[in-house]
């Protein structure tokens, strides 16, 4: 959804560096979301917020943070990165509740 | 927690056949949603049923929510190379609609 931009698209980097993944948007949503997907495991829910003063954890938090810079605006960084966080990312947003996320194109991490 | 189970994990079918995949959840649902991903793609909203024993077509997929509100599937007819992907059911994980819960997915594949 070119709505929804994620940067970077890929990112190779060592363990122990800090990182932070980007996502904006232009669909006015007040609801943002970060996912990890990995192999089998379907979309797991990281950090979601509902405006810049609401930030709340997901299922797989740990070794992760986010910041709400505006409404347009949410990112997600690892401050220590290790290889089991290799993933895809997603960042997605929606309108409120019972209503479609979209999704960015994601970003490909991967930790040496 | 909410647990969303998806079967199969993969198919494998020759274009022209069937192809179903379900989900299935240990509580009951106030809705469920699907999402298609294709290969290198970013998860896409297909549809949202809402009502028990729905049932919602697109062209070749017929979606359906099951009388209890705990399962439901998606089947497409007659499949062709373009419904190549992964295809997830998404569920209100808190009966809030405040975030979803992802199914680990079914990956198909259709091959000439």
């Known amino acids: 959804d070119a709505d929804v931009t994620q940067t970077p698209r890929n990112r190779i980097t060592k363990t122990g560096k800090r990182i932070m993944l980007e996502c904006s948007q232009t669909?006015?949503?007040?609801?943002m979301y970060w996912y990890r997907q990995d192999p089998g495991l379907g979309l797991r829910l990281i950090y979601y917020s509902f405006d810049v003063k609401d930030i709340n954890k997901g299922e797989i938090s740990d070794g992760y943070s986010v910041s709400r810079q505006a409404q347009a605006k949410f990112s997600l960084s690892l401050e220590s990165a290790i290889p089991n966080q290799t993933a895809l990312y997603f960042c997605?947003?929606?309108?409120?509740?019972?209503?479609?996320?979209?999704f960015g194109d994601g970003t490909r991490l991967s930790i040496l | 927690g909410q647990q969303v189970m998806q079967i199969p994990q993969y198919q494998h079918v020759q274009e022209g056949e069937d192809f179903t995949t379900y989900c299935n959840s240990s509580?009951?649902?106030?809705?469920i949603q699907w999402y298609k991903q294709r290969p290198g793609g970013h998860p896409v909203f297909l549809i949202q049923?809402?009502?028990?024993?729905e049932v919602k077509k697109q062209k070749r997929l017929t979606f359906q929510f099951g009388e209890a509100k705990k399962n439901s599937s998606l089947h497409i007819t007659a499949t062709q190379t373009t419904d190549v992907g992964t295809y997830f059911c998404a569920v209100d994980s808190t009966g809030t609609a405040s975030k979803l819960t992802f199914g680990t997915g079914t990956r198909l594949q259709v091959t000439l």
């Open positions: 669909k006015g949503h007040d609801r």
């Open positions: 997605a947003t929606t309108e409120g509740s019972n209503q479609p996320q979209h």
């Open positions: 509580t009951t649902l106030s809705n």
């Open positions: 049923l809402v009502k028990s024993g």
